[in-house]
Every structure is written in structure tokens, then in C-alpha cells.
């Protein structure tokens, strides 16, 4: 099984921007679709970006589409999410996630801890 850690996350104020990574490790992420959810306190966790193996993504189209963007580079087996334009409300707790690809939580089997970010007005 594919073990994953998030990192970049952290504090920055509404229109900044932020990039978080995911390191695999265990096994190459060469075979996995990725991708990212994220949960709000008080909120249900709710799918962020996804890409593929070939490079095709999909975007959370009512909240994230246009701002944020997801890319892979599988030889550094890592997946990254590069948010601009960020909004008080993007605030929420990021985790990366292995698997199938699709905006199912329920499509991924490997969950990083997530990394925290943090909006300020």
C-alpha cells in the first residue's frame, strides 16, 4: 500500500497563494489516479482536484475550478496543488488520497494526514 504525507499547507491571507505537495512512498504512484479533498470544520469532506496517470484532472467545478491546479511528477512520486486566489473560504484541512480515479471519496484506498490551511481576511 502507498503511504502519503502532505506538506505546504499553512497560513496566508484571501488572494494568496499556496502550493501543497504529497510524497508517495511505499509504492510509485505511476499506477494510482490521485487526488485531493478537503474538510472545513463543521463540514463534510468534499473533493477538491483529481488527475490520472496520463495527466487528465477533473476540478471541483463549484468552488476550485480555474484557481487551483493539480499536477504529478511521477519521478519524484509526488503530486502537487498549486492554489491561487485563495478565499476565506478554502480554509480547511487538505489530504491527498491514491487510488481510482473519480470525485468519490469512496474511489481512493491510500489517505495521507492532511495539512492544514489557514485563510486570513
Known amino acids: 500500500q502507498v503511504q502519503l504525507v502532505e506538506s505546504g499547507g499553512g497560513l496566508v491571507q484571501a488572494g494568496g497563494s499556496l502550493r501543497l505537495s504529497c510524497a508517495a512512498s511505499?509504492?510509485?504512484?505511476?499506477?494510482?489516479?490521485m487526488g485531493w479533498f478537503r474538510q472545513a470544520p463543521g463540514k463534510e469532506r468534499e473533493f477538491v482536484a483529481a488527475?490520472?496517470?496520463?495527466?487528465?484532472?477533473?476540478y471541483n467545478p463549484n468552488s476550485v475550478k480555474g484557481r487551483f491546479t493539480i499536477s504529478r511528477d511521477n519521478a519524484k512520486n509526488t503530486v502537487y496543488l498549486q492554489m491561487n486566489s485563495l478565499k476565506l473560504e478554502d480554509a480547511a484541512v487538505y489530504y491527498c488520497?491514491?487510488?481510482?480515479?473519480?470525485?468519490?471519496?469512496?474511489?481512493?484506498?491510500?489517505w495521507g494526514q492532511g495539512t492544514q490551511v489557514t485563510v486570513s481576511s
Open positions: 488520497a491514491a487510488g481510482l480515479f473519480g470525485t468519490s471519496e469512496g474511489n481512493y484506498y491510500s
Open positions: 488527475i490520472t496517470w496520463g495527466d487528465s484532472s477533473i
Open positions: 511505499g509504492r510509485t504512484i505511476n499506477n494510482y489516479a
